[in-house]
């Protein structure tokens, strides 16, 4: 593995993290991270008491939770016999919170925390997103860890959505953490924004120059007039109002959780500089990669589904035009890992599989996909008229029955092709059923 290569991995963070041949010491510039929480559940069930009896906690793609369970309680053990700050922090919030949902994402967000503080340079910075549920816990956790003395800045990203009818003020704003390694000095390139036309620059005194500068003349008694610049921009401040992405929006790719490119975009470019190593490790739908890919700096992404590894290199592929170079680490490469992730996680599975033939996942929530697990666009013989590949994933047994069934879809969807990708061979009987859907004809390939 190449160090200076940008790097994919699929796995749990904190296995990744912990394995020093994947993240050294001190090699990364600037962290973000928006961790998966349950933003919509209510309070009574977030902090509601568990007992612990669940075997271990699983994230999957977008159910946006973590649960109190045995795992939970062994992270919090090792964490408290080790000692320190960071070991009162939990015990505090035990003693206040009760063994909850939110306590269980307190203890395993630590270990992870301190995971990523490891691999910081000492003038890195970290950005924690989160929401006004968690906000105030983490922000404790995030002393414990780093220091409050290297607190920079608690940023509210505001933006405007509909949301529905409840007893209390809408919620238009996010919460996030800026945070420096150390007091040694953090690396921090001033954003500006440009002047609003109601801004000082809009009075009377200021003109533009040629070049786009606003200035004003300063004159003082016995000297000759000279001009005097504003500053490129105005200063950035901790409210940012930047739009959330709407329905319609170019760069929405359907990730329940996709944040704007150009939040992304701010705080790489406030936080580090060309070249630099930016880390998400919760990289979900890959705004991140694909704003340090814009911005020239070096990445390194980590995410537990397949499903965020599949759409991010299809993002990559669509925004960049195969130009981004990058390693996947931990993807199924042979037999042996295909089978083992068919047999263990047949959702991964077919996510992983999808990938493979450069489709799209069609829906990412489980038992929603009404016979279509992946699409494949293309234009047709006829230049504007676009065609449907559907594609059907199955992990387990096969028969013509599913043959059969891809056909039904097919003729609901009048798409043009179907394609059904098995873990298993294709029987006799499969591929009789699958020469009876008939075939698709092109002028334009010259051929069935």
């Known amino acids: 593995m190449h160090q200076e290569t940008n790097q994919l991995y699929y796995g749990d963070n904190l296995d990744i993290l912990r394995n020093p041949s994947y993240v050294k010491d001190e090699s990364v510039d600037l962290v973000y991270l928006d961790p998966p929480f349950n933003s919509n559940a209510t309070y009574n069930v977030l902090f509601a008491e568990k007992n612990g009896a669940k075997a271990a906690s699983q994230i999957q793609a977008f159910t946006d939770t973590w649960t109190w369970t045995q795992e939970g309680e062994s992270v919090f053990a090792d964490i408290v016999t080790a000692g320190g700050r960071v070991a009162d922090c939990l015990r505090a919030f035990r003693m206040f919170l009760g063994e909850c949902d939110m306590l269980a994402y307190l203890v395993m967000m630590a ?3 301190m995971e990523l503080r490891r691999v910081m340079k000492k003038t890195a910075s970290i950005y924690l997103h989160c929401d006004s549920t968690a906000s105030h816990y983490l922000k404790m956790l995030m002393d414990s860890i780093f220091g409050p003395n290297n ?8 933006y405007k959505r509909y949301t529905a009818k409840s007893n209390r003020f809408q919620r238009l704003h996010d919460v996030i953490l800026f945070y420096g390694k150390s ?5 921090f390139n001033e954003p500006r924004e440009e002047y609003g036309e109601k801004s000082g620059k809009a009075d009377s005194h200021y003109k533009m120059d040629d070049e786009g500068r606003w200035y004003r003349w300063q004159k003082l008694k016995g000297q000759e007039p000279y001009k005097i610049y504003l500053s490129k921009g105005r200063r950035t401040g901790d409210v940012w109002e930047i739009p959330h992405i709407n329905a319609s929006a170019k760069e929405r790719i359907g990730y329940q959780t996709q944040k ?27 705004t991140t990669i ?14 537990i589904t397949q499903l965020a590894i599949t759409l991010i290199k299809k993002r990559l592929a669509d925004s960049f035009e195969g130009k981004a170079s ?8 042979s037999l042996p890992d295909a089978e083992w992730l068919a047999k263990t996680e047949p959702y991964q599975f077919q996510w992983w599989a999808l990938g493979l033939v450069g489709a799209r996942p069609a829906d990412q929530k489980k038992g929603a ?9 293309f234009e047709g013989d006829k230049p504007g008229v676009f065609e449907n590949v559907i594609l ?35 029987t006799s009987p499969m591929k009789t059923e699958a020469a009876t859907a008939g075939f698709y004809e092109s002028d334009f390939w010259g051929k069935k």
């Open 183 to 187: 007091e040694q000095g953090t690396m």
């Open 151 to 158: 607190f920079k800045n608690e940023i509210i990203w505001s």
């Open 260 to 286: 704007p490119q150009a939040l992304l975009e701010r705080i790489i470019e406030a936080s580090s500089n060309p070249g630099d190593t930016v880390l998400d490790p919760f990289c979900g739908c890959g």
């Open 326 to 333: 990058f390693e996947v680490i931990g993807e199924p490469v």
């Open 369 to 377: 996909d009404k016979g279509i697990d992946g699409r494949i666009i």
């Open 111 to 113: 270990p992870r925390l």
């Open 290 to 303: 694909a704003a340090a890919q814009k911005l020239n700096r070096r990445w390194i992404g980590i995410d």
């Open 392 to 426: 059907s994933v199955k992990a387990g047994k096969t028969g013509s029955a599913h043959v059969r069934d891809l056909k039904g879809v097919l003729d609901r969807e009048k798409a043009a092709i179907g394609a059904l990708i098995s873990m298993q061979e294709p």
